[in-house]
């Protein structure tokens, strides 16, 4: 059984950070390009940041310069770290490999 288990949000300050955890199982990890999605609400989802299986990233230009994905493949783990925060990157974050999806974890952004 596929499982991503996201961790590590929560409420912080405007110019504050957070690192989003994902434990994946259930499939080749490794082998698997994975992504960080946002949800907020009212509107749809977005695509924040990718890495692929040779480790390259993507990041949508937002949050360009103030997150970072990164991927342990001995562990299965993917992380976002996530430096200055502001209001708008308020959402619920969700780890994919783009077939399974985690249950997501909430960060809110608010002073």
């Known amino acids: 059984e596929v499982q991503l288990v996201e961790s590590g949000g929560g409420m912080v300050q405007p110019g504050g950070s957070l690192r989003l955890s994902c434990a994946a199982s259930g499939f080749t990890f490794s082998v698997f390009n994975m992504y960080w999605v946002r949800q907020a609400p009212g509107n749809g989802p977005e695509w924040v940041s990718s890495i692929d299986a040779d480790g390259r990233t993507f990041t949508v230009d937002s949050v360009k310069g103030r997150f970072a994905i990164s991927r342990d493949n001995a562990k299965n783990m993917l992380y976002l770290q996530m430096n200055s925060l502001k209001p708008e990157d308020t959402a619920r974050y969700y780890c994919?490999?783009?077939?399974?999806w985690g249950q997501g974890t909430q960060v809110t952004v608010s002073s």
């Open positions: 994919t490999n783009r077939v399974d």
